[in-house]
């Protein structure tokens, strides 16, 4: 077994401490991936809390990790000693589901084995993330990483990157589009990049004026505060799709209201309250609500290589993972300037 320092919360109302356990040794189609870096996502937090209901604890939370190869299984042919590597929300699947073998990973019909706070394949190991120096995952989940990027702005693409890239991409939002950003935090902030490298015109929509200036830089062409009912009232029927990443339970009848005719509103934020909402706001405009979940193998390599491209990485707080439980507290305040990740030195 090979011996792993992490950080986990070991209940629902603990904070995350210092946490040794063991990985896996190498499989033959695995590899050991030092971590370099790990992006602190708000499921991360949804998860440590316990607030969908379905953490098995101890977690060892962190799925936007990126690190360097340091041994390898025997039939790992993709990756060698010091190579770059990723791994995002998910290390295992069927592969044999159609949506597998569609490259659609992340809607595994035939058990989606996440990176953490799930079951390996056995049905028994939990799974265990990123807030750690090491992971062992089988190079067929592993991504390539640009080198041209700095690694600790990289980390957030693996979660934050593909969950909105992905969706972008499904509906082909870009040009002659206007698309409104809900809440500018981690997902958010890489909405705006994305949507406006694409061509749409962005608005954001946020609760935070201290951010506008930001969003304006990211390529927002403009913002408006959800508290100013002037302004909102200006947006009614206005937008061609809203991406919806609030992390708390918010009125859906109030943002569906601002869609156009056949306007969609597309929902990756996963609050967990029960939401409600009007059909009387779908119906009139033909207006739809979806969702979106991460993003397959192919397409997060394809965003990586995108961003690469373009230079879109991630805005970061780089923080020691001694200041984790601070960073969640600052992150439920929405006070998050774009991502924190943690740098893996601070435990090594
Ligand atoms: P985050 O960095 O905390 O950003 C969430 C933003 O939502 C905040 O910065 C804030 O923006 C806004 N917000 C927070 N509380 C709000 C409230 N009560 N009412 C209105 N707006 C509020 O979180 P994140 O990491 O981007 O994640 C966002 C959500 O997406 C989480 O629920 C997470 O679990 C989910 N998620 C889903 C997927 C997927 O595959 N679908 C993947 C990753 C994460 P302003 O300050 O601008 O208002
Ligand atoms: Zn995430
Ligand atoms: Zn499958």
């Known amino acids: 077994m090979i011996f792993v320092k992490g950080y986990a919360a070991q209940s629902a109302r603990s904070s995350l401490r210092p946490f040794d356990f063991e990985r896996r040794d190498l499989r033959p189609k695995d590899v050991l991936i030092d971590i370099l870096y790990c992006g602190i996502c708000h499921s991360d937090l949804h998860v440590v809390r316990n607030e969908w209901g379905r953490s098995n604890y101890p977690v060892v939370p962190g799925h936007e990790i990126v690190g360097r190869v340091v041994e390898k299984g025997k039939r790992a042919r993709r990756f060698k000693k010091g190579d770059l590597a990723a791994v995002g929300c998910f290390v295992g699947s069927c592969r044999k589901c159609s949506n597998c073998k569609h490259g659609l990973q992340q809607y595994c019909t035939g058990g989606l084995v996440l990176t953490y706070n799930s079951y390996e394949k056995d049905g028994e190991t939990i799974t265990h993330g990123g807030y750690s120096t090491k992971i062992v995952v089988d190079e067929d989940y592993v991504l390539k990483v640009p080198s041209k990027l700095q690694l600790e702005k990289v980390a957030p693409l693996l979660c934050a990157g593909i969950t909105t890239y992905s969706p972008l991409r499904y509906w082909k939002v870009g040009k002659g589009h206007r698309a409104a950003v809900l809440g500018l935090g981690g997902l958010g902030h890489m909405a705006v990049k994305f949507a406006s490298a694409f061509g749409a015109k962005v608005t954001v929509l946020s609760r935070s004026p201290n951010k506008q200036r930001d969003a304006n830089r990211m390529g927002a062409a403009d913002f408006a505060l959800t508290s ?106 929405s006070d998050v300037r774009y991502r924190f990740v943690i740098d893996l030195a601070s435990l090594k």
């Open 228 to 333: 100013d009912a002037e302004k909102m009232e200006t947006l009614t029927g206005h937008f061609d799709f809203i991406i919806d990443t609030v992390s708390a339970t918010h009125d859906f009848d109030f943002y569906l209201g601002l869609l156009r005719t056949n306007g969609v509103m597309i929902c990756v934020g996963l609050p967990s309250g029960e939401e409600q909402l009007s059909p009387f706001n779908l119906v009139l405009g033909r207006r739809s609500i979806a969702g979106s979940l991460i993003g397959g193998l192919p397409e997060t390599q394809e965003m990586l290589d995108y961003c690469a491209r373009h230079k879109i990485t991630s805005d970061v707080e780089v923080i020691p993972i001694q200041q984790v439980n601070q960073a969640y507290d600052r992150m439920v305040k």
